[in-house]
């Protein structure tokens, strides 16, 4: 479904009805409800992996299978994660682009029909559609307030255990595993890193287009330096 260009046509043409609106409400819950599977199905694989050292090395010094691990059912679950995680970066894609022709569409509808919208907010049988339309914009600003970002991405590396959580240079971080603004240190971030090596770490992230989302992070070793693969700078309070 072609959300933004839908809402674009309608909006030029000035024929936005509440049913425009119901639609594009569908879409993009449908949206994020697809990036919650990913990321849970994600997860799990990651889970799966936690007790295997050295997941990305399939192969010992000699260069032969290594015999301390299922090599055959390791290198599957790293194939479905790389392919999971090319499919969230899709969706994600597709939800910063239909979460502000979504409101885009809402604000038109309003100017369109006001009297609907006056209706509604005194408590006629509109209230309960209004309520449903509003949704998706409401869960992300009441994700935003219960957390405040305390760093943000200022580099991430090609290859590297952040860039393959999806993280993007602007992103700000809300939680680090238990970490937040209000009991972040250096050396805290350092013993969450160190202490989830190869384990999910949950994050936290604001995104400023289309606002909070959680990713799963698997600190690592990699071809490059330290474990996470990206720059972390704090925000000045």
Sequence with gaps: ??????????????????????????????LMKQQEQLEREIGALHENLAGV??????????????????VHSVAIMRQKIVLLQNDHKAVMRRIEKALPAHNALKRRFAELHPEQESGSSSGNGNSDSKQQQEQPQQQVEEQQKEEEPFMVVGAVEDGSPAQDAGLRVGDQILRFGSINKHNFSNEAMVKAVQHSKGQVLPVAIVRPSIGRVNINFVPREWSGRGLLGCRLNPISQ
């Design 1 to 30: 479904m072609k959300m933004s260009t839908a809402t674009a046509t309608a909006v030029a043409t000035e024929s936005v009805s509440a049913e425009d609106v119901a639609r594009s409400r569908s879409a993009l819950l449908a």
């Design 53 to 70: 050292k050295n997941p990305s090395q399939l192969v010992d010094d000699q260069g032969f299978p290594r015999a301390d691990i299922d």
